[in-house]
């Protein structure tokens, strides 16, 4: 009753029609292929009646020639009737056919427009807009953090001075112990202690000494 009301029922024999004609063409032309056969086998029946006494009954041969020139008569006419029939049943299935493509295309539409909801080419826009700005307010978060203050204390630059002096008296000291030479140290003691152990020595020792000096001034020099 509901469908009836809403025209469900109509609707629904609407879609069967199609499957109910081509249903009916084809029981009738599976009826006139049959008919189509039987009056082959008449003819062919009476073309053998009229062979076998078109020498000694020209009366009955002639009789069976008029029979089969009926039955191909007829013969035409249901050949003209199967191909109208074939016809017919053909152009219901591609109007069907079409009619199917259209409806699932109408649900596809359909679809599409329910997943796109209120979606409109203005809203992806600003979507899209504000997407770039996220990421180039990440960027610049990111950045920020990167060239930030640094941890820790300042670094005292007579530190790093010692720290040089250091490493090159190390520097040097590889460099005697390369070539088998001593290494005097030379800052402070150089003019204190070091001259009065050298005033206690023999003249020939003290000049060696004053000579492996210059020597090795001149090396620290180059």
């Known amino acids: ?37 039987h009056l082959e086998n008449q003819m062919a029946e009476q073309e053998k009646i009229a062979k076998m006494n078109v020498s000694t009954n020209k009366t009955a ?14 013969l035409e006419q249901t050949s003209a009737q199967i191909s109208m029939l074939e016809n017919q049943i053909y152009s219901i299935e591609s109007a069907n056919i079409n009619q199917e493509t259209l409806l699932a ?22 979507i899209m807009e504000g997407l770039g700005e996220q990421r180039a307010l990440a960027e610049e978060i990111g950045n920020a953090i990167a060239n930030g203050p640094q941890a ?3 670094i005292d630059e ?7 002096s250091r490493l090159e008296q190390e ?6 112990t390369n070539t088998g030479m001593t290494v005097p140290q030379l800052p402070t003691g150089l ?9 206690s020595k023999p003249m020939h020792e003290e000049e060696d000494e004053e000579e492996e000096l210059r020597k090795l001034q001149a090396e620290m020099a180059m």
């Open 1 to 37: 009753m509901w469908g009836t009301w809403f025209g469900g029922s109509g609707a629904q024999k609407r879609k069967d029609a199609p499957k109910k004609a081509i249903l009916d063409l084809r029981q009738q032309l599976d009826m006139l292929q049959k008919r189509e056969k």
């Open 191 to 199: 003019n204190g202690e070091l001259t009065g152990r050298v005033a």
């Open 171 to 176: 520097n040097l000291d590889e460099k005697m």
């Open 152 to 154: 820790g204390e300042p």
């Open 105 to 126: 295309m109408k649900n596809a539409s359909k679809a599409m427009k329910d997943i796109h909801g209120n979606l409109t080419i203005d809203k992806v826009d600003d």
């Open 158 to 164: 007579s530190e790093l001075e010692d720290e040089i």
């Open 61 to 74: 041969a002639r009789t069976a020639l008029k029979r089969k020139k009926a039955h191909e008569h007829s």
